[in-house]
């Protein structure tokens, strides 16, 4: 998962916490091309260089100077974007480590009172600043004379950050933001006990590999049994959340949050009737691939019926994979995989090691899921995630990796606003590590059948995914579509969106109670709404940059620097074409695609 780059323009604040000839000589030039990992914090010049963000008194005046200057001129207003991105960065990268300190550590309150300060004495105060420099930017007499193809993007989004403020969301918003911290306290305390030791829910999964068919069962009940213990708290929570939000789309002059939401994550490129087109194309063209895998699987384990806790399960005889131990192993093979791929690829991990720019392992007390969360001073950005010695570990691993690098080619830009790049090319740059980097992963796996399952497993998952990702959107927009709904209403719908993309093989007799629940595990509901189909949308991105990397590998990671470089200075459209891409997510697009990944599934069988 990307973490959303934060940003001083307002509607960042309260979330806080990418003709052949052309191609073919990118690629040669690939060969030549110097990247360097060696990232350099961004210069001060308009903040002193020992200031540290302690409180709106000290913070305030550097806003004023900047509201209070003459940019009349288009040699002054270039140079107040450059001062204002400064204090956009250092801000943005104050209120980052906050965030990434409580989430590794949910049980510190000091940790989370300083996150709380923020939100409360430190944003709402910001808020009304950054919409005030956004409204002197775009009545500047100058404005005219800036580069109408070098701003494009970010004037578009000014205007729409303008268009979507609001006085009085501003304490909503901050109350938002300390209430979607919640999921993480609630979540990162359970834990289940399993032979008398106590084990994260991330961490327990890996008894899920087991042959014993018992002992998956057992824990995976302990699992589900100890989500409904906090079924009543997280409901609570999200009602909280769902009345908040749907103020804030009715004070901006929406008629429901859903619609809200969407202009605020700058959809510029798709509308709501597309998404409704994507899940009707999971439901066509996916789902039969679904049913073909869970069916190999059921006759692989030699079961009469193929139960939610055999998913992970190998045929008895088969080890699980363990493709490392410590998160400290991750890290380095991962590294070494990264190298045979691009050196400058192992050379980002390696800086944010050196710099400390991990937290890899799961423990008692950590926030659940995993990001990489882009530093705007520091240049290298800092990954979480919850590792436990699982396969899934490592498509994890190279998904955050691929975001890094993401960070890496983007913070040599000259605004901190042109590297909030759409999410939709995001997850592009990651799930396509996921991808690229299969052919190099001999650095977790010395067996040659090892391998050649682990590859089946990421394949498996880049298809299994989509319906998962469909019910989740699809059930977000019932959501706000009816804000006022009862709990009993929300199972409801819940449940029918589930069985609508259920799979013809696994049996969930007797689970009814627990996959009714099952949407509280999801933390995108509650921590940043509307974030999941861009999933979809870029895993069709990553598999078609997959298929350009199986014709020509050097052409395809030319391709997907070049894209990654860019940032968010091109719509997403022109984004998608640097990377040698079509933005298109349409039913026909999909089937191609589909058709690819079980092409080359076949050859692995």
């Known amino acids: 998962m990307r973490q959303l780059r934060k940003s001083i323009r307002q509607e960042k604040w309260h979330n806080l916490f990418s003709h052949y000839k052309i191609i073919a000589a990118f690629g040669r030039l690939f060969l030549t091309m110097n990247y360097s990992a060696d990232i350099k914090k961004t210069d001060r010049h308009f903040l002193p260089k020992d200031f540290v963000v302690s409180n709106w008194e000290s913070l305030e005046p550097f806003f004023k100077m900047l509201l209070e200057r003459d940019i ?24 980052c480590w906050r965030q990434i300190k409580m989430t590794c550590d949910t049980q510190n309150k000091s940790i989370e009172e300083a996150f709380n300060y923020f939100c409360v004495h430190i944003q709402p105060n910001v808020q009304p600043y950054a919409d005030a420099l956004n409204k002197k930017l775009m009545s500047a007499p100058s404005l005219q004379e800036l580069d109408p193809e070098k701003y494009f993007t970010y004037l578009r989004n000014i205007k729409k950050n303008i268009e979507l403020f609001r006085e009085e969301n501003i304490p909503i918003q901050s109350e938002l933001a300390v209430l979607q911290q919640q999921f993480g306290q609630i979540s990162g305390a359970m834990t289940v006990e399993i032979n008398g030791q106590q084990f994260t829910l991330q961490q327990a999964a890996k008894f899920l590999e087991s042959e014993d068919r018992s002992t998956r069962e057992e824990v995976y009940l302990k699992i589900q049994e100890k989500r409904l213990e906090g079924k009543d708290s997280l409901n609570d929570l999200f009602d909280k959340l769902i009345a908040l939000r749907n103020t804030e789309s009715k004070n901006a002059g929406f008629d429901n949050y859903r619609d809200y939401r969407f202009k605020e994550l700058g959809r510029f490129d798709y509308e709501q009737k597309d998404c409704f087109q994507f899940h009707e194309a999971v439901k066509q063209h996916v789902l039969p691939l679904v049913n073909e895998i869970y069916g190999k699987k059921k006759i692989a384990l030699g079961v009469d019926t193929l139960r939610p806790w055999d998913l992970e399960a190998q045929p008895i005889g088969t080890k699980p994979l363990h493709p490392f131990t410590t998160g400290e192993q991750l890290l380095q093979k991962t590294i070494d995989c990264f190298q045979q791929l691009h050196p400058f690829f192992a050379d980002c991990l390696s800086k944010m090691k050196a710099m400390q720019h991990l937290d890899l392992e799961s423990r008692m007390g950590k926030a659940p899921g995993g990001y990489n969360c882009p530093l705007a001073e520091s240049g290298a950005p800092f990954i979480f995630m919850n590792a436990a010695g699982q396969m899934h570990d490592v498509t994890t691993m190279v998904h955050e990796g691929g975001h890094a690098i993401h960070s890496f080619l983007s913070h040599p830009l000259e605004l901190n606003g042109f590297k909030e790049y759409p999410m939709e090319i995001a997850e592009v740059a990651s799930m396509s590590m996921e991808l690229f980097s299969m052919d190099y992963w001999e650095a977790f796996f010395d067996n040659a059948d090892d391998l050649n399952r682990a590859k089946e497993h990421q394949l498996e998952r880049v298809i299994t995914i989509f319906p998962w990702i469909a019910i ?16 009993q209403e929300r199972t409801i719908a819940w449940t029918h969106v589930l069985n609508e993309f259920k799979d013809d ?13 099952s949407w509280q595990r999801q933390l995108h509901l509650f921590e940043v709404p509307f974030y999941y189909i861009e999933y979809g949308i870029a895993q069709l991105g990553a598999i078609g940059m997959w298929m350009q990397f199986k014709q020509n590998k050097n052409v395809a990671l030319t391709n997907y620097c070049n894209a990654l ?17 079509t933005f298109d997510f349409s039913p026909e697009k999909i089937k191609v695609l589909m058709d690819f990944v079980k092409k080359e599934m076949d050859v692995l069988s």
């Open 72 to 95: 009349s001129t288009k040699e002054n207003l270039e140079q107040w974007l450059k001062d204002q991105s400064e204090l956009e960065a250092a801000v943005s990268e104050d209120a």
């Open 472 to 487: 989740i959107d699809k059930f977000q927009h019932w959501l706000y579509e009816h804000p006022n709904h009862s709990h």
């Open 505 to 517: 093989v696994i049996d969930y007799t007797g689970l009814e109670k627990n996959r009714a629940n």
């Open 565 to 581: 470089r860019l940032g968010g200075t091109k719509t997403l459209p022109e984004l998608y074409k640097t990377a040698g891409l």
